[in-house]
Protein backbone atom coordinates (compact mmCIF):
# COMPACT_ATOMS: atom_id res chain seq x y z
CA UNK A 1 0.00 0.00 0.00
CA UNK A 2 1.47 3.15 -1.17
CA UNK A 3 1.55 6.42 0.63
CA UNK A 4 -0.58 9.40 -1.29
CA UNK A 5 0.82 13.13 0.11
CA UNK A 6 -1.43 15.50 0.71
CA UNK A 7 -1.02 17.31 -2.24
CA UNK A 8 -2.01 14.39 -4.21
CA UNK A 9 -4.84 14.08 -2.11
CA UNK A 10 -6.35 17.63 -2.77
CA UNK A 11 -5.75 16.96 -6.66
CA UNK A 12 -7.22 13.30 -6.74
CA UNK A 13 -10.05 15.65 -4.23
CA UNK A 14 -10.25 17.93 -6.90
CA UNK A 15 -10.51 15.20 -9.92
CA UNK A 16 -13.91 13.77 -8.01
CA UNK A 17 -15.20 17.61 -7.78
CA UNK A 18 -14.76 17.74 -11.74
CA UNK A 19 -16.55 14.43 -12.42
CA UNK A 20 -19.30 15.01 -9.83
CA UNK A 21 -20.01 18.46 -12.09
CA UNK A 22 -19.64 16.79 -15.44
CA UNK A 23 -21.81 13.63 -14.32
CA UNK A 24 -24.19 16.66 -12.85
CA UNK A 25 -24.50 18.06 -15.85
CA UNK A 26 -24.79 14.91 -17.93
CA UNK A 27 -28.25 13.99 -15.43
CA UNK A 28 -29.58 17.49 -16.09
CA UNK A 29 -28.98 18.97 -19.53
CA UNK A 30 -31.84 21.37 -18.60
CA UNK A 31 -29.53 22.95 -15.69
CA UNK A 32 -27.07 23.81 -18.65
CA UNK A 33 -29.39 24.67 -21.53
CA UNK A 34 -31.78 27.21 -18.74
CA UNK A 35 -28.59 28.90 -17.72
CA UNK A 36 -27.18 29.47 -20.80
CA UNK A 37 -30.32 31.04 -22.19
CA UNK A 38 -30.95 32.81 -19.32
CA UNK A 39 -27.59 34.17 -19.29
CA UNK A 40 -27.62 35.49 -22.72
CA UNK A 41 -30.55 37.39 -22.25
CA UNK A 42 -29.27 38.90 -18.72
CA UNK A 43 -26.23 39.94 -21.12
CA UNK A 44 -28.65 41.09 -23.49
CA UNK A 45 -30.21 43.52 -20.79
CA UNK A 46 -26.85 44.58 -18.79
CA UNK A 47 -25.34 45.59 -22.37
CA UNK A 48 -28.44 47.20 -23.95
CA UNK A 49 -26.81 50.67 -24.87
CA UNK A 50 -24.13 48.81 -26.47
CA UNK A 51 -26.04 46.40 -28.54
CA UNK A 52 -29.00 49.08 -29.61
CA UNK A 53 -27.37 52.72 -28.59
CA UNK A 54 -30.25 54.19 -30.28
CA UNK A 55 -32.97 56.03 -28.31
CA UNK A 56 -36.26 53.35 -27.51
CA UNK A 57 -38.13 56.40 -27.64
CA UNK A 58 -37.39 58.11 -30.99
CA UNK A 59 -40.21 58.81 -33.23
CA UNK A 60 -39.15 58.69 -37.17
CA UNK A 61 -43.06 58.88 -38.71
CA UNK A 62 -41.75 59.07 -42.38
CA UNK A 63 -40.43 55.62 -41.63
CA UNK A 64 -43.44 53.93 -39.65
CA UNK A 65 -44.09 50.18 -40.27
CA UNK A 66 -40.94 49.37 -42.27
CA UNK A 67 -40.94 45.47 -42.21
CA UNK A 68 -37.24 43.94 -40.97
CA UNK A 69 -34.61 45.19 -42.77
CA UNK A 70 -30.60 45.30 -42.87
CA UNK A 71 -31.13 49.36 -41.96
CA UNK A 72 -34.20 48.01 -39.07
CA UNK A 73 -33.67 44.46 -38.13
CA UNK A 74 -37.33 43.59 -36.18
CA UNK A 75 -38.66 46.86 -38.65
CA UNK A 76 -40.33 49.89 -37.00
CA UNK A 77 -43.90 50.37 -35.76
CA UNK A 78 -46.82 52.64 -36.16
CA UNK A 79 -44.67 55.84 -34.92
CA UNK A 80 -41.26 54.71 -36.54
CA UNK A 81 -39.76 53.41 -33.67
CA UNK A 82 -36.70 50.96 -33.94
CA UNK A 83 -38.71 47.82 -32.58
CA UNK A 84 -35.07 46.10 -32.65
CA UNK A 85 -34.07 48.84 -29.90
CA UNK A 86 -36.90 48.73 -27.96
CA UNK A 87 -37.24 45.05 -27.50
CA UNK A 88 -33.59 45.51 -26.25
CA UNK A 89 -34.13 47.55 -23.77
CA UNK A 90 -37.64 46.00 -22.71
CA UNK A 91 -35.81 42.83 -21.27
CA UNK A 92 -34.30 45.32 -18.70
CA UNK A 93 -37.55 45.74 -17.39
CA UNK A 94 -38.64 42.13 -17.73
CA UNK A 95 -35.54 40.99 -15.93
CA UNK A 96 -35.68 43.45 -12.72
CA UNK A 97 -39.44 42.83 -12.38
CA UNK A 98 -38.77 38.84 -12.43
CA UNK A 99 -35.69 39.06 -10.11
CA UNK A 100 -36.85 41.86 -7.79
CA UNK A 101 -40.56 39.94 -7.02
CA UNK A 102 -38.76 36.76 -6.74
CA UNK A 103 -36.41 37.76 -4.11
CA UNK A 104 -39.28 39.97 -1.88
CA UNK A 105 -41.52 37.29 -2.27
CA UNK A 106 -39.02 34.36 -1.12
CA UNK A 107 -38.00 36.81 1.32
CA UNK A 108 -41.25 37.68 3.09
CA UNK A 109 -42.71 33.62 2.28
CA UNK A 110 -39.62 32.35 4.13
CA UNK A 111 -40.34 34.36 7.00
CA UNK A 112 -43.63 34.00 7.45
CA UNK A 113 -43.53 30.51 6.15
CA UNK A 114 -40.41 29.43 9.18
CA UNK A 115 -42.65 31.27 12.00
CA UNK A 116 -46.09 29.90 11.02
CA UNK A 117 -44.86 26.69 10.41
CA UNK A 118 -43.33 26.38 13.65
CA UNK A 119 -45.38 28.80 16.34
CA UNK A 120 -48.79 26.49 16.56
CA UNK A 121 -50.45 29.19 18.20
CA UNK A 122 -50.51 31.34 15.12
CA UNK A 123 -50.43 28.62 12.53
CA UNK A 124 -53.95 29.28 11.58
CA UNK A 125 -54.26 32.88 11.53
CA UNK A 126 -51.65 32.84 9.03
CA UNK A 127 -52.87 30.33 6.95
CA UNK A 128 -55.88 31.48 6.93
CA UNK A 129 -55.05 34.68 5.26
CA UNK A 130 -52.80 33.40 2.97
CA UNK A 131 -55.64 30.67 1.71
CA UNK A 132 -57.65 34.26 1.03
CA UNK A 133 -54.90 35.94 -1.15
CA UNK A 134 -54.54 32.44 -3.16
CA UNK A 135 -58.25 32.54 -3.36
CA UNK A 136 -58.16 35.91 -5.85
CA UNK A 137 -56.42 34.93 -9.19
CA UNK A 138 -52.91 36.89 -9.27
CA UNK A 139 -53.86 39.12 -12.28
CA UNK A 140 -57.23 40.42 -10.71
CA UNK A 141 -55.51 40.65 -7.48
CA UNK A 142 -52.31 42.57 -9.70
CA UNK A 143 -55.01 44.97 -11.35
CA UNK A 144 -56.60 45.63 -8.06
CA UNK A 145 -53.26 46.63 -6.39
CA UNK A 146 -52.14 48.70 -9.79
CA UNK A 147 -55.43 50.60 -9.61
CA UNK A 148 -55.12 51.98 -5.97
CA UNK A 149 -51.43 53.47 -7.51
CA UNK A 150 -49.87 55.12 -10.36
CA UNK A 151 -47.95 52.83 -12.64
CA UNK A 152 -44.68 52.48 -12.11
CA UNK A 153 -41.89 49.94 -12.05
CA UNK A 154 -41.78 49.90 -8.19
CA UNK A 155 -45.89 49.30 -7.55
CA UNK A 156 -45.86 46.52 -10.34
CA UNK A 157 -43.45 44.81 -8.39
CA UNK A 158 -45.30 45.55 -5.24
CA UNK A 159 -48.24 44.21 -7.06
CA UNK A 160 -46.87 40.98 -8.64
CA UNK A 161 -45.17 39.99 -5.57
CA UNK A 162 -48.15 39.84 -2.72
CA UNK A 163 -50.10 37.20 -4.91
CA UNK A 164 -46.92 35.41 -5.27
CA UNK A 165 -46.21 35.58 -1.11
CA UNK A 166 -48.32 33.13 -0.08
CA UNK A 167 -47.10 30.27 -2.73
CA UNK A 168 -43.59 30.57 -0.93
CA UNK A 169 -45.33 30.60 2.34
CA UNK A 170 -47.20 27.26 1.97
CA UNK A 171 -44.05 25.35 0.32
CA UNK A 172 -41.73 26.39 3.73
CA UNK A 173 -44.71 25.92 5.93
CA UNK A 174 -44.59 22.25 3.91
CA UNK A 175 -41.17 21.60 4.83
CA UNK A 176 -41.08 23.13 8.67
CA UNK A 177 -44.27 21.16 9.24
CA UNK A 178 -42.06 17.70 8.26
CA UNK A 179 -38.93 18.43 10.28
CA UNK A 180 -40.02 20.04 13.65
CA UNK A 181 -41.26 16.52 14.94
CA UNK A 182 -37.67 14.97 14.47
CA UNK A 183 -35.42 14.23 17.13
CA UNK A 184 -33.05 16.64 16.25
CA UNK A 185 -35.38 19.50 17.07
CA UNK A 186 -36.66 17.99 20.11
CA UNK A 187 -32.89 17.76 21.21
CA UNK A 188 -32.61 20.99 20.74
CA UNK A 189 -35.57 21.92 22.76
CA UNK A 190 -34.19 19.87 25.56
CA UNK A 191 -30.83 21.67 25.84
CA UNK A 192 -32.77 24.65 25.99
CA UNK A 193 -31.67 26.09 22.29
CA UNK A 194 -33.59 30.10 22.02
CA UNK A 195 -36.53 29.85 19.10
CA UNK A 196 -34.20 32.09 16.73
CA UNK A 197 -31.75 29.53 16.68
CA UNK A 198 -34.23 26.95 16.25
CA UNK A 199 -34.77 28.76 12.70
CA UNK A 200 -32.24 30.09 11.81
CA UNK A 201 -30.16 26.93 12.45
CA UNK A 202 -32.28 23.95 12.16
CA UNK A 203 -34.99 24.95 9.84
CA UNK A 204 -33.86 27.18 7.54
CA UNK A 205 -31.15 25.12 5.99
CA UNK A 206 -33.88 22.86 5.14
CA UNK A 207 -35.81 25.15 3.26
CA UNK A 208 -33.12 26.29 0.61
CA UNK A 209 -33.08 23.64 -1.88
CA UNK A 210 -36.79 24.28 -2.62
CA UNK A 211 -36.72 27.82 -1.90
CA UNK A 212 -34.24 27.84 -5.14
CA UNK A 213 -37.13 25.76 -7.60
CA UNK A 214 -40.01 28.25 -6.23
CA UNK A 215 -37.43 31.39 -6.65
CA UNK A 216 -37.33 30.19 -10.36
CA UNK A 217 -41.06 29.45 -11.17
CA UNK A 218 -41.80 32.85 -9.49
CA UNK A 219 -39.54 35.28 -11.40
CA UNK A 220 -41.31 33.37 -14.67
CA UNK A 221 -44.65 33.96 -13.48
CA UNK A 222 -43.68 37.59 -12.36
CA UNK A 223 -42.60 38.60 -16.13
CA UNK A 224 -45.54 36.88 -17.74
CA UNK A 225 -47.82 39.00 -15.10
CA UNK A 226 -45.71 41.93 -15.64
CA UNK A 227 -46.54 41.94 -19.57
CA UNK A 228 -50.21 40.79 -19.18
CA UNK A 229 -50.45 43.88 -16.73
CA UNK A 230 -48.72 45.86 -19.23
CA UNK A 231 -50.39 44.61 -22.55
CA UNK A 232 -54.07 45.31 -20.41
CA UNK A 233 -52.62 49.02 -19.85
CA UNK A 234 -52.01 48.23 -16.00
CA UNK A 235 -48.55 48.14 -16.01
CA UNK A 236 -45.55 49.66 -16.04
CA UNK A 237 -45.94 53.45 -17.96
CA UNK A 238 -46.60 53.58 -21.60
CA UNK A 239 -43.30 55.86 -22.10
CA UNK A 240 -40.87 53.14 -20.37
CA UNK A 241 -40.44 50.17 -23.32
CA UNK A 242 -41.06 46.74 -22.16
CA UNK A 243 -42.30 43.82 -24.22
CA UNK A 244 -45.73 44.02 -22.53
CA UNK A 245 -46.69 47.54 -23.86
CA UNK A 246 -45.09 47.03 -27.13
CA UNK A 247 -47.15 44.16 -27.95
CA UNK A 248 -49.85 46.43 -26.52
CA UNK A 249 -49.06 48.78 -29.17
CA UNK A 250 -48.67 46.65 -31.75
CA UNK A 251 -52.41 44.91 -31.81
CA UNK A 252 -54.22 46.99 -33.53
CA UNK A 253 -51.64 46.80 -36.74
CA UNK A 254 -51.16 42.87 -36.11
CA UNK A 255 -52.48 41.77 -39.31
CA UNK A 256 -50.00 44.32 -41.47
CA UNK A 257 -46.93 44.85 -39.09
CA UNK A 258 -46.85 41.47 -37.35
CA UNK A 259 -43.19 42.35 -36.51
CA UNK A 260 -43.87 44.57 -33.80
CA UNK A 261 -45.84 41.59 -31.30
CA UNK A 262 -43.58 38.71 -32.68
CA UNK A 263 -40.15 39.46 -31.57
CA UNK A 264 -40.84 40.85 -27.90
CA UNK A 265 -43.40 37.94 -27.65
CA UNK A 266 -40.43 35.62 -28.73
CA UNK A 267 -37.78 37.41 -26.84
CA UNK A 268 -40.69 37.19 -23.56
CA UNK A 269 -40.92 32.81 -23.87
CA UNK A 270 -37.49 32.74 -24.29
CA UNK A 271 -36.63 34.10 -21.23
CA UNK A 272 -40.08 32.05 -19.34
CA UNK A 273 -38.42 29.05 -20.65
CA UNK A 274 -34.90 29.57 -19.91
CA UNK A 275 -35.88 29.99 -16.08
CA UNK A 276 -38.49 27.02 -16.26
CA UNK A 277 -35.65 24.93 -17.45
CA UNK A 278 -33.31 25.89 -14.74
CA UNK A 279 -36.23 25.38 -12.29
CA UNK A 280 -36.88 22.18 -13.40
CA UNK A 281 -33.46 21.06 -13.97
CA UNK A 282 -32.64 22.66 -10.21
CA UNK A 283 -35.30 20.53 -8.67
CA UNK A 284 -34.24 17.17 -10.51
CA UNK A 285 -30.99 18.03 -8.86
CA UNK A 286 -31.50 18.63 -5.39
CA UNK A 287 -34.70 16.01 -4.88
CA UNK A 288 -32.77 13.36 -3.51
CA UNK A 289 -35.38 10.61 -4.78
CA UNK A 290 -34.52 11.97 -7.99
CA UNK A 291 -30.69 11.38 -7.51
CA UNK A 292 -31.43 8.00 -6.43
CA UNK A 293 -33.19 6.93 -9.07
CA UNK A 294 -30.41 8.39 -11.78
Request: glycine residues 8%; positive net charge; charged residues 15%.
Amino acid sequence: MTDVTPAEAELSEGGLRLVDVGGFVRRNPTVLIGSALLLTILLIAVFAPVIAPGDPQALNPIKRLRPPSREYWFGTDMYGRDVFTRTIHGSRISLVVGSLVALVSVTFGLAIGLVGGYVRAIDGIIMRVMDGLMAIPDILLAIAMMALFRASVSNVVIAVTIPQVPRVVRLVRAVVLTIRERPFIEAAHSIGTRFRRVLTKHLLPNTIAPLIVQATYTGAAAVLTEAGLSFLGAGTPPNIPSWGNMMAEGRTFFQIAVWIILFPGMFLAVTVLAVNLLGDGLRDALDPRLRRRM
